[in-house]
Nanobody
Framework: QVQLVESGGGLVQAGGSLRLSCAAS????????MGWFRQAPGKEREFVAA???????TNYGDYVKGRFTIGRNNFQNLYLQMSSLKPEDTAIYYC????????????????????WGQGTQVTVSS
């Protein structure tokens, strides 16, 4: 099982930017499709973005398209660059991983991920 630790959350004004990171350990990073999810108070966890093992395929929730960019490197790190942030982006952001044998797999359902980080809080003030 891979262990995941998120960082980079914080308080930012509307229109600002943040970069979240997720450090993976205890597993071979290239065996996992990766994703970001978020959960706001009183709401269900929702899909934000996902990236395939080879990094060539990405998918985004409609509410973040054009503003967020997901990326991964060869050093066990996943990223989420967030720009033009809105108050409605306020949530706890979670990094997730799912083992796959296919380099182009994309997963958008949280139920398909079996490795989760502890989350990092993002707060966007108006």
């Amino acid at each position: 099982q891979v262990q995941l630790v998120e960082s980079g959350g914080g308080l930012v004004q509307a229109g600002g930017s943040l970069r979240l990171s997720c450090a993976a350990s205890g597993g071979t990073f290239s065996d996992y499709v990766m994703g970001w999810f978020r959960q706001a108070p009183g709401k269900e966890r929702e899909f934000v973005a996902a990236i395939s093992v080879n990094g060539r395929r990405t998918n985004y929730g409609d509410y973040v398209k054009g503003r967020f960019t997901i990326g991964r490197n060869n050093f066990q790190n996943l990223y989420l660059q967030m720009s033009s942030l809105k108050p409605e982006d306020t949530a706890i952001y979670y990094c997730a991983a799912a083992r796959t044998a296919l380099w182009t797999t994309i997963l958008t359902a949280s139920s398909l991920y079996d490795n989760w980080g502890q989350g990092t809080q993002v707060t966007v003030s108006s």
